[in-house]
């Protein structure tokens, strides 16, 4: 059964690097059939889709976040993780790891799908 | 961006009884090509993650019970569960999967009268 958990700090000081793991099991992460996304939830802006990467490490990404992110994949690991430079308070959420299906393929490209499953969360508090 | 709009915020309904929750985009996520609504919806139960119900406006998730439907197309869409059960006390999600950035509704919280 496929799972997805996040790991990381769970504090970080204004100005500097958040940082997330998500860590993939029960399945390989470098399947065709699936992107592996972020989405964070706060209770001000609800949930937020903030980025996308494939096994090939191509990355597509929320143009509101786009200059201070970065996601990567490590497929030796089976893992695919988040950087976000420059945090404010604003950063502050509940960051969740998802997989993203690939739909409507023609050749080797398709669009991007449905979020399922999630991870469990991961809180981030971004503060001094 | 295509913004979402869910209606109502919240909702109380009877066991048993029919609620419903609607979803409507800032613009059309129909593709007429493919004659698909790029339109999901899940469930968040309180301190879990999201739980993906229902994608292409009305398809069921696989395991996800048929007392939920979705339909709709164009710009509005609808979340019906036809007879609540206590286990649905949730807050439920629309979100679009037509054009980037993916954008989500902000909710309605179904509770139990």
């Known amino acids: 059964q496929l799972q997805l958990q996040e790991s990381g700090p769970g504090l970080v000081k204004p100005s500097e690097t958040l940082s997330l793991t998500c860590t993939v099991s029960?399945?390989?992460?470098?399947?065709?059939?699936?992107?592996w996304a972020w989405i964070r939830q706060t209770p001000g802006k609800g949930l937020e889709w903030i980025g996308t990467t494939y096994y090939s490490g191509s990355t597509y990404y929320s143009p509101s976040l786009k200059s201070r992110l970065t996601i990567s994949v490590d497929t030796s690991r089976n893992q695919f993780s988040l950087k976000l430079t420059s945090v404010t308070a604003a950063d502050t959420a509940v960051y969740y790891c998802a997989r993203l299906s690939r739909v409507d393929c023609s050749g080797t490209s398709c669009y991007t799908g449905w979020f399922g499953p999630w991870g469990q969360g991961a809180l981030v508090t971004v503060s001094s | 961006d295509i913004v979402m709009t869910q209606s109502p915020d919240s909702l109380a309904v009877s066991l048993g009884e029919r609620a419903t929750i609607n979803c409507k985009s800032s613009?059309?996520?129909?593709?007429?090509?493919?004659?698909?609504?790029?339109v999901t919806w899940y469930q968040q139960k309180a301190g879990q993650p999201p739980k993906l119900l229902i994608y292409w406006a009305s398809t069921r998730e696989s395991g996800v019970p048929d007392r939920f439907s979705g339909s709709g197309s164009g710009t509005d869409f609808t979340l019906t569960i036809s007879s609540l059960q206590a286990d649905d006390v949730a807050v439920y999600y629309c979100?679009?999967?037509?054009?980037?950035?993916?954008?989500f509704g902000q909710g309605t919280k179904v509770e139990i009268k």
């Open positions: 029960g399945a390989s992460i470098s399947s065709n059939y699936y992107y």
């Open positions: 979100q679009q999967y037509y054009r980037t950035p993916w954008t």
């Open positions: 613009q059309s996520v129909l593709s007429t090509s493919k004659n698909k609504n790029y």
